[in-house]
Structures are given as structure tokens and as C-alpha cells.
């Protein structure tokens, strides 16, 4: 396996990492927060758009639009039960299930 970060990119001068080169750790939710927001900055994104939070809601409303069953996103994102991560699945489908799209508007 290789790491999808680098290589990626046909013209990256960098070669692929191997997966294993890579160590596993937990990060806490300030650290993730920290992170992402450093590589929205240098994305030339607004870092105060984006917070940790984010990572987790736009993972529950891309796996519902794919069909994951509710149980599934609440067991990855650690939601005890499903009235928010309806919240979120809601949202997500918002443009796309409404009778405006239905007849072509």
C-alpha cells in the first residue's frame, strides 16, 4: 500500500511512502483541530471554516449519501444514538431529496 498524500500527484518529484513507514497515533481533538486547520492555511482555505468537528460531520453525510447504514456511521463516529447524526445526514441530503430538484428546478 502506499500513502495516497504523496504520489498521488503524477508530477509530485516525491515518491510514494509505503503505509508502514508510518507510525499510528491518537490525536486529541485539539490536536486534530490544530492540524487541519494548518493545511486548510496552506490549501489557501479560511482556517476558521473548519474545525475538527468538521472531519466527523462530513464523514457521517458522505458515507449516508452512499448508502452506509445509519448504525455503521454512528459506530465510526462514536454517536450514541441517531437523532444528531440525523442532524447531520439531513443536511447533506438537503439539495439533493426535495421537490424543487424533483421536476427539474
Do not use: W
Not at 43 to 48: E, I, S, T
Not at 89 to 97: D, K, N, V
Amino acid at each position: 500500500m502506499l500513502c495516497m498524500a504523496r504520489g498521488a500527484n503524477r508530477r509530485s518529484k516525491n515518491p510514494p511512502i509505503p503505509l508502514a513507514s508510518f507510525q499510528v497515533v491518537e490525536m486529541r481533538t485539539r490536536e486534530v483541530t490544530l492540524a487541519l486547520k494548518r493545511h486548510a492555511t496552506r490549501a489557501g482555505l479560511d482556517p476558521g471554516e473548519l474545525a475538527g468537528h468538521s472531519l466527523r460531520a462530513g464523514l457521517a453525510t458522505s458515507a449516508a449519501a452512499a448508502g452506509v447504514p445509519e448504525r455503521i456511521i454512528a459506530n465510526q463516529t462514536g454517536h450514541k444514538g441517531t437523532a444528531m447524526l440525523r442532524r447531520y445526514i439531513r443536511e447533506g441530503s438537503l439539495f439533493r431529496e426535495n421537490a424543487a430538484s424533483a421536476v427539474g428546478l
